[in-house]
């Protein structure tokens, strides 16, 4: 019996988002959890003509959402969506050498309980003051033009006899190689570009 299904919404190769209420709906019926990786598709959610592509995805227990891939942030900024704030209490786990009592009862804050890692940055003031400046609608209509453009650029490949469309965008990747190459040729030329730092 599974215990736990990962969903992807926006995987890393090519964007693609599975079929999430397919996926819940086969979790409710075995009696598993299911957690959604949304960490490159989440932000669709900002946009109100965009998110009816991640139908389904409140039906996990969990999502992850990494907003330094759709969302214009600096490294690191992902977030976990849980279900309540109980799921949460076991970062509350108090150690004596990190939390002494005393000091807890005086008052003095810890980060203890606040993060799940406890001596790192505090990603969150980032997303925060771009939610502030920004808000929702801010933040989808720029997924909104980046996934357009991506549309725009397959229109373009599509219609450019050197070149050869993988697949219809779902987000921002597009996937194509010139016409006719082997797959080490197009590493090749991938890789050059790379060193070049033309793309
Ligand atoms: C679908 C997906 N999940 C998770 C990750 C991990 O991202 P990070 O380590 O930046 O949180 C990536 C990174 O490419 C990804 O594409």
Redesign the pocket.
């Known amino acids: 019996t599974p215990t736990l299904v990962i969903a992807?919404?926006?995987?890393?190769?090519t964007g693609s988002i599975d079929p999430l209420p397919a996926i819940a709906q086969l979790c409710r019926t075995h009696g598993a959890r299911l957690h959604t990786?949304?960490?490159?598709?989440g932000p669709l959610l900002f946009s109100d003509t965009l998110r009816p592509a991640l139908n389904g995805l409140d039906q996990s227990h969990t999502i992850?959402v990494?907003l330094?891939?759709l969302g214009w942030q600096p490294?690191?900024a992902?977030l976990l969506a849980v279900p309540d704030t109980t799921t949460l209490t076991a970062l509350a786990h108090h150690t004596d050498y990190l939390n002494a009592p005393d000091d807890t009862r005086a008052g003095l804050p810890d980060l203890l309980g606040r993060s799940l890692r406890t001596t790192r940055r505090p990603d969150i003031l980032k997303i925060a003051v771009t939610l502030r400046a920004l808000g929702r609608r801010g933040l989808g209509d720029l997924v909104e033009r980046v996934c357009a453009a991506a549309q725009h650029l397959a229109d373009l490949i599509d219609a450019h006899p050197h070149f050869e469309l993988h697949a219809r965008p779902t987000l921002t990747t597009v996937l194509f190689r010139p016409t006719g190459t082997d797959d080490p040729t197009t590493a090749a030329l991938r890789r050059t570009l790379l060193h070049n730092g033309h793309a």
């Open positions: 992807t919404a926006g995987t890393t190769d990786d949304a960490s490159y598709g992850a990494d330094h891939k490294i690191a992902g």
